[in-house]
């Protein structure tokens, strides 16, 4: 059995809602919000084009801020979405929980969508995973938070 630190206060758990957070700018904020287009992702990333999210809010602020100080007279935006579970598990997913340099299924995928900047290479759903999770390393602090492409 895990022994929790009291540290962390224990709430019940209710299949709550699952916040994913995504970075971007000021001025593509109500185009995300009036629905997201996966085909303005760029291609050649961790799991190919699609629209990235990440459950650690930090990640998403720094990526805000690093796509700001590229464009001049843009403002860094984070866009909060609240998912419902059930609903996110009735969709086609792969799951990486383990980004360490032995995970080579992991890392073959990230050198496939990088490299080949195409689908998942599936036989079905015209190739893709509708969400990819896994480990993205983020610049600057070394760790691996959790990162989300949604196809």
Known sequence: MAIVPPSFPQSPWTNQLLSLYHGTLDMHVPSILAGVNVHYGRTHTDFGQGFYTTTVERQAQAWSWQLSQRIPGTLPAVICFNIDRDHLAA???????????????????????RTEGGH??????????DVAIGQSRHPGDGALPSEMRIR
């Open 120 to 129: 998942h290479a599936r036989a079905t759903n015209h190739g893709w995973y």
């Open 91 to 113: 969709l086609q997913c792969v799951w990486f929980v383990r980004g360490s340099v032995d995970a080579n299924d992991f890392w073959s995928l990230i050198a496939y969508c």
